[in-house]
């Protein structure tokens, strides 16, 4: 079995799912526009339905994903792509992580076990908060280079709406849910006002109401016979909480092109659609005996994305993280092994000192954000470094939160890390660090930090991140042994 999660702009829905497609417990949660809020609440959700039968995670993201590389690219009214939701969860649960576009996922499952069982080229969009799209020929889902089926940015009024996207008039801002809210209070009616209400009064001849759900589908037709143009399906389908409702109100809108004609059905799934693909499609991306499983679900072949997990990192380039807090003695380390071992040097100082001389300082707060900054730029000069590139990296690593830095290095293409923790007792640190205070920018803690200080190297550890080599920067700092334990370890293979 699998957890599946469908990530939506209203509601966060994840379930665990059989191998044949079973929903077996499910829980829900609000969704939020925060992605650490999300992710958050997503963590929370895998925690109350794993058990040690659950084999992998499927996750369903609106906005563009890339599901080779197991990347959030952007995101529409929920973007997760700063927060690597797939690396964050897949280490948090210890289970193999597979993401995709949310209505991949929805077409999975109807696929497998809903309106597009036994069909070969399918079309589907999913009408909800905004609108998501999916395209599949062949029984394999079409990825262009690796995003393609955004269907809800088909232009439909140029002229139009402003959309997520930066551009205006996608159908995503004319026939979503959001838009039909928008339509509903331009046409003088309360929010309470729902679909289903607005049907009732177009059949008891409301002009209002039928106006209104005109201007909701019209756009949305245009945009269907625009796919049907593109790849001449052999269905349409909507899904989504809206997708019934969607395929009602395409009565008003009918295909009048004689080209563009294509059977337009309501998927069979409803909202389960999302978490049921998403479980499926994480087991049929482990071993075969859970793909077996999977295919018991339905006699065709599921339209797997594979998670291909080398290209999340671009093989070869390591890291040497001198570890320290402030004082410990790092930086000394750091030139030195730079010297010895010719491998170029980036430190979190160095980074972030001339913003703070330029910028005249700050308070340690803005200290803070410019130590996030800087250290997100230490790696993203990593990754665009070469592929069998070696660094050493001078921070106290313990400032950021351990998954920070993990995600940092999967980002950054980072193989192999040997680590380097530099110590020396409180006192020591406190006597270092006072002696600097008149060499340092404004902006950094002044005298007010050395108790803290003192009290940071009582507790402070190191990462014990791969290889580990203990300094003691009290003592004279033995370069040729560091250098040949580096050789041993990180440069072995070179």
């Given at each position: 079995m699998a957890i599946g999660i469908d990530i939506g702009g209203t509601n966060l829905r994840a379930a665990r799912v059989s191998g044949t497609g079973e929903i077996l417990e499910r829980i829900s949660e609000k969704s939020a526009p925060d992605p650490e809020l999300v992710l958050s609440r997503i963590a929370e959700m895998v925690r109350r339905l794993d058990c040690p039968e659950v084999a992998a995670i499927g996750i369903g993201v609106p906005g563009r994903v890339d599901a080779r590389l197991g990347a959030v690219l952007s995101g529409g009214y929920v973007n997760l792509a700063s927060v690597s939701p797939a690396q964050r969860l897949e280490s948090?649960?210890?289970?193999?992580?597979?993401?995709?576009?949310?209505?991949n996922m929805a077409l999975v499952a109807e696929m497998a076990l809903g309106g597009a069982r036994g069909h070969e080229s399918i079309v589907m969009f999913t009408i909800g908060t905004g609108i998501g799209g999916a395209v599949v020929q062949d029984?394999?889902?079409?990825?262009?280079?690796?995003?393609?089926?955004?269907?809800?940015?088909?232009?439909?009024?140029?002229s139009g709406e402003a959309c997520v996207c930066g551009r205006r008039g996608c159908v995503e801002t004319t026939s979503s849910g959001t838009a039909l809210g928008r339509h509903i209070a331009r046409a003088g009616l309360g929010p309470?006002?729902?679909?289903d209400q607005l049907f009732a009064r177009d059949a008891g001849g409301d002009p209002l109401a039928r106006a209104i759900l005109e201007a909701w589908a019209r756009p949305l037709r245009a945009a269907i016979d625009t796919t049907v143009a593109m790849f001449d399906p052999d269905l349409v389908l909507l899904g989504g909480g809206l997708g019934l409702a969607a395929h009602r109100a395409l009565a008003r809108a009918p295909a009048l092109a004689p080209w563009y004609q294509c059977p337009?059905?309501?998927?069979?799934l409803g909202d389960d659609a999302g978490v049921i693909g998403a479980g499926l499609q994480a087991l049929a991306?482990?071993?075969?005996?859970?793909?077996?499983?999977?295919?018991?679900?339905?006699?065709?072949?599921?339209?797997?994305?594979?998670?291909?997990?080398?290209?999340?990192?671009?093989?070869?380039?390591?890291?040497?993280?001198?570890?320290?807090?402030?004082?410990?003695?790092?930086?000394?380390?750091?030139?030195?092994?730079?010297?010895?071992?010719?491998?170029?040097?980036?430190?979190?100082?160095?980074?972030?000192?001339?913003?703070?001389?330029?910028?005249?300082?700050?308070?340690?707060?803005?200290?803070?954000?410019?130590?996030?900054?800087?250290?997100?730029?230490?790696?993203?000069v990593v990754g665009e470094a070469p592929?069998?590139?070696?660094?050493?990296?001078?921070?106290?690593?313990?400032?950021?939160?351990?998954?920070?830095?993990?995600?940092?290095?999967r980002s950054a293409g980072v193989e192999q890390t040997a680590e380097i923790w530099c110590h020396a007792p409180g006192e020591v640190l406190a006597e270092r660090y006072r002696a600097r205070l008149d060499q340092r920018p404004a902006g950094h803690p002044g005298a007010a930090y050395i108790p803290e200080l003192i009290e940071l190297a009582k507790r402070a550890e190191p990462l014990r991140r791969g290889p580990l080599l203990d300094v003691d920067t009290t003592r004279p700092i033995a370069f040729d042994a560091i250098t040949q334990w580096l050789q041993a370890t990180i440069a072995a293979d070179r």
């Open positions: 948090l649960a210890g289970k193999p992580v597979v993401i995709d576009n949310d209505c029984r394999r889902i079409v990825r262009g280079k690796g995003t393609a089926g955004q269907l809800g940015h088909i232009t439909v009024d140029l309470d006002v729902s679909v337009v059905e309501a998927a069979q991306e482990q071993p075969a005996v859970a793909q077996s499983a999977v295919a018991q679900a339905s006699p065709v072949s599921l339209p797997t994305a594979r998670l291909d997990r080398t290209r999340r990192a671009v093989p070869g380039r390591r890291a040497v993280l001198v570890n320290g807090i402030p004082a410990s003695g790092k930086s000394t380390v750091s030139r030195g092994i730079a010297a010895h071992m010719g491998w170029p040097l980036l430190a979190l100082d160095t980074i972030k000192n001339p913003f703070l001389e330029v910028l005249g300082g700050g308070d340690r707060e803005f200290n803070r954000i410019l130590g996030r900054a800087s250290y997100q730029a230490i790696w993203s592929a069998d590139a070696i660094f050493v990296i001078d921070a106290w690593f313990g400032f950021q939160p351990r998954q920070v830095l993990e995600d940092h290095l």
